[in-house]
């Protein structure tokens, strides 16, 4: 006769089978003297045992387990029970049909790590907490202002409760509403309990990748995770843009709102993230060691920021900002590069590109393929750039009028003494096309406009008068806090702003690097634009104290004679310079609206482009990679929706579009190539050149 557990496995899932190393062996017969290395007891004659008497006895004994039961002649001296006895009555819930243990989905019990790993896990993970305990016992004996005002966002919050407080009907309208949404997914989860297939009650965003793993959508606890947070998620974000409340407190809270959604997501969680639960058994919990040792790292490091480049992926100058040139023209201020002609014939006009002071300019001079200085160079331009340098205590002074007068102005006359040509095309890209604006204004106040023949400004902003989410950073109490800040310092620090714009994208910049590399225990992946992205520069102390009142909170740019350089006051309006102003649709930092309505300031012929993607995406879009696509419509009459209604969508890249303009507006004219320091300005350091390679 078989062995009971070769016909229903419930003796052996009683005797803990489940907690064996291995799993059982229907077809082999169990040992003599134990079940899976379960020792059994030894078995006395009935009439041997001490007896267990009264009502409670008997029914303690009905439960005891009968571990008496054994195969005929399996061992002397033990009676054998009949063969209709050793079926014991089931309990009702394992009469439920489904799958066996073997056919279950619960993951088997994997391997110990090996142990040389373990110890190597262990040891650095010792090392990065004294290293982390040392930066944190620092910073707290020596602590730094905030660039920030912390009180305001809890002022803000008691105001929009007061506010809420005295509508009450809003109040009971969001409660009903939430009501019928939930008792809604509470239905759909029962359906799907049920073996149906419901419709979700909602889904994520379009480009939201926290829940690209199938489990978030197969599993119904994780998918019950998911659509009850994004639930709970859109309920606060719609309370919030509802409630009547002042503007300024609702962009404070819709901030603060936003903040704590994203740090909320299951996604973030090692108990809630599938992903992760699989890698923890999968690697026996060294992907958790790893990713703790990997967060006391970058505790260590002091910054506060999330390690998102390895030091040996790029090299400047050999893998990435490769563009042969050199160094022709250096002050306190800049370093203009030449690059290197590619074609025999190249326009007349040289082109100064202009990038933005955050970061570094080779932003546009990645990797060969994604270059758009380079594809600059290819197209016949005699390129220039400016390359800013890393500010230290001695640039506190500097103001934004210098970047205007020593810095583009200075630039594009060194443009026309290494090339004898009496203008340029200026091209430039967000704060760089600000900067930009101002110097055309300049030069045109000053009787120099014919300098520039023709200037394009791409995700850059002239009027700053609906900043939204920024409009958070330009509250006079944290102007104040940030002034502190700056005057202890005199410069603001790379890693600061870059936590300021990360917490704009706080779930592409933040989070999605907390679950790579903390839960799952991930080294940092090579990638060019992240590389450059957490290569910060620092800005100068009186440069962000004018452009964060004058521009940002009391936006005079656009006003006349709002904004002086040098004692020369601006007006937009005067400049007839031929102007390209491209936008991008998805850009987070320049909302492409916003960049539309400075198209109405300048008094020249103005062109709109509008290119797919987000800021630094859109900007980096070259012809062979084919894809965002971008929007063209000459009628710029109306509001910006009514250009979109109005634009043609076409596929691929603008940059061949804008091409098309610049030779249009400013002409096509060819010259022979002209050679790195063929000038007057001879050839210096080889590109990239010295300013981009410091860091502080």
């Keep these: 006769m078989a062995h009971p557990c070769a016909k229903t496995h419930n003796d052996c899932a009683y005797l803990g089978i489940v907690l064996a190393k291995t799993p059982c062996d229907r077809a082999s017969p169990h040992p003599e003297s134990s079940r899976h290395g379960l020792r059994r007891r030894q078995l006395r004659p009935r009439h041997a045992r001490p ?6 006895g008997r029914r303690r004994r009905r439960a005891l387990p009968r571990l008496d039961r054994a195969e005929p002649g399996s061992r002397a001296g033990v009676p054998v029970r009949g063969a209709a006895r050793l079926r014991r009555r089931r309990h009702p819930a394992r009469r439920l049909k489904g799958p066996s243990m073997a056919e279950s989905r619960v993951p088997p019990i994997p391997a ?6 373990v110890a190597e896990a262990l040891t650095d993970l010792m090392t990065h907490t004294a290293a982390a305990v040392r930066t944190t016992l620092a910073q707290a004996a020596s602590p730094q202002p905030l660039p920030y005002d912390p009180a305001t966002l809890g002022k803000a919050i008691i105001a929009f409760n007061t506010a809420v407080m005295t509508q009450p009907m809003a109040l009971f309208e969001a409660q009903a509403k939430t009501w019928t949404d939930w008792t809604a997914l509470w239905r759909t989860m029962g359906e799907r309990a049920m073996g149906g297939s419901p419709e979700p009650v909602i889904a994520p965003a379009k480009g939201d990748r926290r829940f690209s793993d199938p489990a978030w959508t197969e599993e119904p606890v994780y998918d019950w995770l998911k659509q009850s947070y994004l639930l709970a998620a859109r309920q606060l974000q719609d309370f919030v843009a509802t409630a009547p409340v002042d503007e300024t407190v609702r962009a404070q809270v819709d901030f603060a709102s936003r903040q704590m959604i994203n740090a909320l997501s299951p996604a973030n969680f090692p108990g809630t993230n599938p992903q992760v639960v699989r890698r923890t058994i999968e690697s026996g919990g060294i992907s958790l060691m790893t990713g703790l040792s990997n967060l006391l790292e970058d505790v260590g490091k002091g910054q506060g920021l999330i390690s998102r480049r390895a030091p040996n992926d790029f090299e400047l100058g050999v893998n990435i900002a490769a563009t042969p040139g050199a160094v022709i023209f250096k002050t306190e201020l800049f370093e203009l590069i030449q690059y290197a002609p590619t074609t025999q014939k190249v326009y007349r006009r040289p082109l100064l590109f202009v990038p933005p002071l955050v970061n570094k300019y080779y932003l546009f001079d990645l990797t060969p393929k994604s270059s758009y200085l380079k594809w600059l160079v290819d197209e016949g331009h005699t390129v220039f750039v400016i390359s800013w340098a890393n500010p230290d205590e001695r640039h506190a002074g500097v103001g934004l009028d210098a970047y205007v007068k020593d810095g583009v102005v200075a630039a594009l006359d060194a443009v026309q003494q290494a090339t004898g040509e009496p203008d340029a095309d200026l091209v430039s ?15 045109t106040q000053t009787g120099r406009a014919d300098r520039v023949a023709s200037a394009t400004l791409i995700a850059a902003l002239v009027d700053f008068g609906d900043m939204g989410e920024w409009s958070v950073f330009t509250n006079e109490a944290d102007l104040k806090a940030f002034d502190r800040y700056l005057d202890q310092k005199g410069y603001v620090e790379a890693h600061d702003l870059t936590k300021l714009f990360s917490t704009v994208r706080a779930n592409d910049l933040i989070w999605s690097s ?12 090579a990638s060019d634009l992240l ?14 104290k004018d452009y964060g009142r004058q521009v940002l909170q009391q ?13 020369v006051a601006l007006d937009l309006s005067r400049i007839q310079t031929p102007v390209m102003v491209v936008a991008l649709k998805d850009d987070h930092v320049s909302a492409w609206k916003r960049t539309y309505a400075g198209r109405d300031y300048f008094g020249g012929p103005t062109r709109f482009l509008l290119g797919g993607s987000g800021h630094n995406a859109g900007m980096i879009n070259p012809p062979a990679a084919n894809k965002h696509g971008y929007w063209v419509n ?10 979109l209604a109005g634009a043609e969508q076409k596929p691929g890249s603008w ?30 350091e080889a590109a990239p050149g010295a300013y981009v390679r410091v860091r502080h």
């Design 51 to 56: 007896s267990v008497s009264g009502r409670r």
């Design 112 to 117: 110990m790590p090996d142990p040389l790993v």
């Design 429 to 443: 890209y967000c704060l760089g096309g600000t900067l930009s604006a101002m110097a055309l204004a300049y030069l």
């Design 514 to 525: 907390v679950v790579n590399h903390y839960l799952l225990g991930d080294d940092v992946r």
């Design 531 to 544: 590389w450059w992205f957490d290569d910060g520069a620092r800005i100068p102390a009186q440069t962000l």
């Design 555 to 567: 936006n005079r740019l656009k006003d006349k004679g709002g904004v002086t350089v040098d004692g």
């Design 634 to 643: 000459d009628d710029l009459s109306g509001d910006a929706d009514a250009w």
């Design 655 to 684: 940059w061949p579009e804008w091409q098309g303009w610049l030779d249009a507006a400013a002409g096509a004219d060819k010259v022979p190539a002209r050679h790195v320091g063929s000038g007057d300005l001879p050839a210096g």
